[in-house]
């Protein structure tokens, strides 16, 4: 008896002697041998399967690969999660591919008005900007109005001086403009006129938003979405993008949500949130919430669109009711993936 009391008392003290001198990091373990797992996406308007000419397949391809890289460095490199969404997305931004930042689409004016939110998952708080028209990066005005306001939305001259006040890159309008979308605003113009009613192009270019979700390696979730909205939109007018909720969510008890599509259904019908609160509430896994978001909710009253989801766990869903969703994951044990249908 005396041997076992000796012997428990020794192994008690060991462990507090250990606990004393093991540095708290080690106690934490090394955050960069822990999982992480990104996922991205470049919009769901793209075109069905076989219309889109392969040499511009390719470079949605390549962006979206070099998207997933950067994403990639910042978690393997012990980054968090928020910096990994906002360096993902200023990347798409700076692309004149995607609908956000550069290359967005533009409103019934001929003018880009942008719209942009991010969310971090670990404290819950959340910033947005909405149409902005002179902030370079959007994603990041909508990061400073979470770090550095007590409000979660700014939008129009508000946002931009806001933006332009904290120092961040501002713009003449005409930058986001690029040749394509300039032709593709034409061409919906022409159709709007009775005399004039084929269709042409602007139907494909309505949608594209960007997005990305990420799981970083300190067991935290943030989300972000990025836009120029809808083609033709009227001025003023505000997507999901930037409603916390609609377009973007993220809470570390369930998942980080970006979504793409149809804003005003996604807007009516809190899709975002409503992924969330059915992995909480009703107990679902995250890919039958994600697909009764798109499917059952959305695409039965008619809204289409996609979402990429990413819970604590690490589980991805993707669902999209459209032809096509620009979108790719990597993650701390797979390599980048980049799919189009
Ligand atoms: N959801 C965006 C909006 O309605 C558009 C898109 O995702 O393509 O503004």
Redesign the pocket.
């Known amino acids: 008896m005396r041997t076992i009391l000796f012997l428990l008392a020794f192994f008690l003290a060991g462990g507090w002697l250990f606990a004393q001198v093991t540095p708290a990091t080690a106690v934490t373990a090394n955050p960069v041998d822990k999982r992480w797992v990104l996922v991205i996406h470049g919009?769901?308007?793209g075109p069905a399967k076989g219309t889109m000419k392969p040499e511009k397949e390719k470079q949605y391809t390549d962006s979206l690969n070099k998207a997933l890289q950067i994403g990639a460095g910042v978690l393997s490199s012990g980054g968090n999660s928020l910096d990994a969404v906002e360096t993902v997305i200023r990347f798409m931004e700076n692309c004149p591919l995607f609908?956000a930042g550069k290359g967005a689409v533009l409103n019934e004016d001929g003018k880009a008005e942008l719209?942009a939110s991010i969310m971090d998952g670990k404290t819950g708080q959340a910033g947005a900007v909405a149409c902005v028209t002179m902030v370079k990066n959007p994603i990041s005005a909508a990061r400073a109005v979470m770090e550095k306001t007590q409000h979660v939305l700014l939008i129009g001259k508000g946002a931009d001086d806001f933006a332009k006040a904290k120092g961040l890159e501002i713009v003449d309008p005409s930058y986001f403009i690029t040749p394509e979308r300039l032709e593709a605003w034409k061409a919906a113009k022409q159709k709007t006129r009775p005399e004039q009613p084929s269709p042409t192009s602007a139907d494909k270019e309505?949608?594209?938003?960007v997005g990305c979700v990420a799981l970083d390696s300190y067991g935290n979730l943030s989300a972000g979405t990025s836009?120029g909205?809808?083609m033709m939109k009227m001025s003023g007018r505000v997507?999901?993008?930037p409603i916390i909720g609609a377009?973007t969510y993220a809470d570390n008890n369930s998942c980080a949500v970006s979504?793409?599509?149809?804003?005003?259904f996604?807007i009516r019908n809190s899709a975002a949130y409503s992924v969330s609160a059915q992995m909480l509430y009703a107990n679902k896994p995250l890919k039958e919430a994600a697909d009764f978001v798109i499917f059952d909710i959305l695409k039965a009253k008619g809204g289409e669109?996609g979402l990429i989801a990413l819970d604590k766990d690490g589980n991805i869903a993707t669902p999209f009711s459209s032809n096509a969703m620009f979108r790719g994951t990597v993650s701390s044990v797979t390599p980048p993936e980049v799919m189009i249908y």
Do not use: W
Request: aromatic share 4%; net charge negative.
């Open positions: 919009g769901a308007g609908n719209d309505k949608k594209g938003t836009t909205g809808m997507g999901d993008s377009g979504c793409t599509g149809h804003g005003e996604f669109g």
